[in-house]
């Protein structure tokens, strides 16, 4: 006997033991969010202080070559400066010498050869061997002695001292190349850091599990930091040549 399809309950849907599907809303969970958008940020910081790091240290690296040029060109300058002084220096002792033999003989001729040898040594050598003469018996050997007020006026002493001043000038730019130099190596460390912020930010984008998102960003923001600290305590991070 067929009984009534009025009286039959309606079909449950869904099934019994079979959940309820949800429609999707479109939205993912809200920390999920937060961390795409911390690894996001983390990432585009440490892509642009690597570029500024790399920039600066590149800049530096230009300054290291510049310096260490100046400095073999203040070397080889000194060198061309000692090497005249020592052939003036020569040529000064050789005309002492003839002088102070000329000197100590005897014959009307002596005053005149030493005249002569006064005028033809030059006016600034002459004025030192004129001031040796003059001290007597209390001259020093040479009139190249120190208390010689004369000695600093010769071309050979000219030479000398500005072959001592360009050693100066090549021990300043080794200086500057070494600093330079130094802190090329710390934007060079700097680096290191952000790129390894960039590593772990990158992973942390891959991982689904929350816990480890989380260490990742934090181990990121940590590296970034550092690096950050590196670059701000080097001198000329903010500059642009």
């Given at each position: 006997m067929?009984s009534d399809?009025?009286?039959?309950?309606p079909?449950?849907?869904?099934?019994?033991?079979?959940?309820a599907?949800?429609a999707?809303?479109?939205?993912q969970?809200?920390s999920?969010?937060?961390?795409?958008?911390?690894?996001?940020v983390l990432?585009g910081i440490?892509?642009?202080?690597t570029a500024?790091?790399?920039?600066?240290?590149s800049?530096?690296?230009d300054?290291v070559?510049s310096?260490?040029?100046?400095m073999?060109?203040?070397?080889?300058?000194?060198?061309?400066?000692?090497?005249?002084?020592d052939?003036?220096?020569a040529q000064?002792v050789?005309?002492f010498v003839t002088?102070?033999?000329?000197s100590?003989r005897t014959?009307p001729?002596?005053a005149?050869?030493t005249?002569y040898?006064l005028?033809?040594?030059?006016?600034e050598?002459?004025a030192?061997?004129q001031?040796w003469a003059d001290q007597?018996?209390?001259?020093?050997?040479?009139?190249?002695?120190?208390s010689?007020?004369e000695?600093e006026?010769l071309?050979?002493?000219r030479?000398?001292a500005?072959?001592?001043e360009?050693?100066v000038?090549?021990e300043?730019?080794?200086?500057a190349?070494?600093?330079a130099?130094r802190?090329?190596d710390w934007?060079e460390?700097?680096n290191?850091f952000?790129?390894g912020?960039?590593f772990?930010a990158g992973?942390?984008?891959l991982?689904r599990?929350?816990a480890?998102?989380?260490?990742?960003l934090?181990l990121g923001?940590v590296?970034?930091?550092?690096?950050?600290?590196?670059?701000?305590?080097?001198?000329g991070?903010?500059?642009?040549s």
């Amino acid at each position: 006997m067929v009984s009534d399809p009025g009286s039959l309950p309606p079909p449950q849907y869904p099934p019994p033991g079979v959940p309820a599907p949800v429609a999707p809303s479109g939205h993912q969970p809200r920390s999920t969010n937060w961390l795409e958008l911390a690894a996001a940020v983390l990432l585009g910081i440490a892509a642009v202080l690597t570029a500024w790091a790399s920039f600066r240290a590149s800049l530096v690296s230009d300054r290291v070559i510049s310096n260490y040029s100046e400095m073999q060109t203040q070397v080889s300058s000194a060198n061309d400066l000692y090497g005249n002084a020592d052939q003036a220096r020569a040529q000064e002792v050789q005309f002492f010498v003839t002088f102070a033999l000329e000197s100590n003989r005897t014959g009307p001729e002596v005053a005149g050869t030493t005249a002569y040898l006064l005028q033809v040594m030059g006016t600034e050598m002459a004025a030192a061997v004129q001031w040796w003469a003059d001290q007597g018996d209390t001259a020093p050997v040479t009139p190249f002695d120190a208390s010689n007020p004369e000695l600093e006026n010769l071309p050979s002493s000219r030479a000398y001292a500005g072959a001592e001043e360009a050693m100066v000038q090549a021990e300043r730019f080794r200086i500057a190349a070494q600093k330079a130099d130094r802190d090329s190596d710390w934007f060079e460390l700097a680096n290191v850091f952000f790129a390894g912020t960039l590593f772990v930010a990158g992973i942390a984008t891959l991982v689904r599990t929350r816990a480890i998102t989380i260490g990742l960003l934090s181990l990121g923001f940590v590296m970034v930091f550092i690096g950050i600290v590196i670059v701000v305590t080097t001198p000329g991070w903010a500059s642009f040549s």
